[in-house]
């Protein structure tokens, strides 16, 4: 696992484990769709049980050969107690420093589960930019309190743990192998495609699996150029069959988060892209982007 797994184990010891006949632990696995450091260069993390802090870092230089962490990041929480306790989790993505700038906020409240690893995804996307503002070194959740952001949408932060699927490094990396998704070379051909803005969704391909990216209109995400560039273009490829990402519904059209269609109105994404997964692989939440940031296999895009 990367780095930041490690350390965080080292650092989580108040809830480790100690003799428990089977493991009871989270593994949270924290990705984006963004480009660092350009997007953010500063990862915090913290963990609390109940009202008490048991661990809070801010992993720097991200995108860095000497970078302290690289996505997908991944945490081990373990329990002290058979499993059962509730946890709260806040991962940001920050500017310059730990006390910096906060672009995202996740916030996830739920309890370690018993006799066994499981996997808790936490995505620092795009649509959900705006979600934490800057209080020191603590962030202010701006969903409110409760409430945390997903796929641009505030809702409950609560997740049951028993609804969580079991770790498999291969869910995480790539299918284990360290396989990224080349956004630059997956949409080199994709075009702008139609939005239904009633419901948000664009026209699919049958049973043809597609790959859907967002153009940012400020410059987000992951570029094919240069800055300054005229033809340069900017993406978030959004994840497939997921609730951060779009969904095939049963009238063969492609859901998109209504989060979309907001930030089109507010001049925040330019276009949505379309490309058939042919000579790419269909992008995931398990297929990390390839960067200079990936954990593993790292290339520039």
């Given amino acids: 696992m990367s780095r930041a797994r490690g350390l965080a ?9 100690g003799g428990c006949g089977e493991v009871d632990e989270i593994v949270v696995a924290i990705s984006t769709d963004l480009a660092v450091p350009k997007d953010f260069d500063v990862l915090q993390v913290q963990v609390f049980k109940g009202v008490d802090g048991k661990f809070s870092r801010a992993y720097r230089r991200l ?5 302290e962490a690289r996505f997908p990041a991944t945490i081990g929480v373990f329990s002290s107690d058979a499993g059962g306790e509730s946890i709260t989790i806040k991962v940001a993505a920050r500017i310059k420093e730990d006390t910096g700038g906060v672009r995202i906020l996740r916030e996830v409240v ?4 018993k006799d066994r690893v ?14 934490g503002a800057n209080a020191g070194p603590d962030v202010e959740n701006t969903c409110g309190e409760g409430k945390t952001c997903v796929a641009g949408t505030c809702v409950s932060n609560e997740i049951d743990s028993s609804t969580l699927p079991n770790y498999s490094r291969g869910d995480v990396y790539g299918g284990g192998d360290g396989e990224c998704f080349d956004v630059t ?3 080199a051909e994709a075009t702008p495609a139609e939005v239904d803005t009633a419901g948000c969704t664009i026209a699919g391909d ?16 992951i570029c094919d150029g240069d800055a300054g560039d005229e033809d340069r273009r900017c993406l978030v490829a959004l994840n497939a069959d997921s609730d951060n990402g779009f969904q095939v519904v049963d009238d063969g059209r492609i859901q998109l988060p209504p989060a979309v269609c907001d930030q089109m109105a507010q001049k925040k994404i330019a276009a949505v892209l379309t490309a058939p997964a042919t000579g790419c692989a269909q992008k995931t939440a398990g297929l990390p982007t390839c960067g200079s ?9």
């Fill in 63 to 67: 995108g860095a050969s000497d970078a």
């Fill in 118 to 131: 499981a996997l808790l995804t936490v995505p620092l996307d795009f649509l959900c930019d705006g979600s």
């Fill in 185 to 187: 070379v997956c949409f």
């Fill in 110 to 113: 739920t309890t370690i589960p």
């Fill in 206 to 221: 049958g049973a043809a699996p597609r790959n859907v990216a967002l153009e940012t209109a400020g410059g987000d995400g």
């Fill in 9 to 17: 184990l080292a650092a989580l010891a108040a809830l480790a484990c």
């Fill in 293 to 301: 940031w990936l954990a593993s296999g790292s290339e520039e895009p």
